[in-house]
């Protein structure tokens, strides 16, 4: 089990920079270093779908190739929370961003995988 909170979200223009948290709270964090932390993102319109992956440990990332060069997910386990930093923003990245356990790691296609104790999300819009 795992409670997890996603925080800072917000508007930037094309090519800004947001980073995003994924903090476990709750009685439940100590289970936080045994799981793999997915985000997903859901654009208007479309299907929730993942774009970042992290190994429980920090070891191992996985990205969508949307996002690759441009987003990087890492984690501190000692404060229970992952982060996704988010480079050259594009409007396509617009969307409610959504952190979950999943397992991810060694998956091939980040777009369909699926994810468990989901927060509630938190919005991103990027827009000139």
């Known amino acids: 089990q795992l409670q997890l909170v996603e925080s800072g979200g917000g508007s930037v223009q094309p090519g800004g920079s947001l980073t995003l948290s994924c903090t476990a709270s709750?009685?439940?964090?100590?289970?936080?270093?045994?799981?793999?932390i997915a985000w997903f993102r859901q654009a208007p319109g479309k299907e929730r779908e993942g774009v970042s992956c992290i190994g429980s440990k920090g070891g191992r990332t996985n990205y969508t190739d949307s996002v690759k060069g441009r987003f990087t997910v890492s984690r501190d386990n000692d404060k229970n929370t992952v982060y996704l930093q988010m480079n050259n923003l594009k409007p396509d990245d617009t969307g409610v961003y959504y952190c979950a356990a999943s397992s991810c790691v060694w998956a091939k296609d980040l777009r369909t995988i699926t994810g468990d104790f989901w927060g509630q999300g938190t919005q991103v819009t990027v827009s000139s």
């Open positions: 709750g009685a439940t964090s100590r289970n936080f270093p045994h799981f793999a």
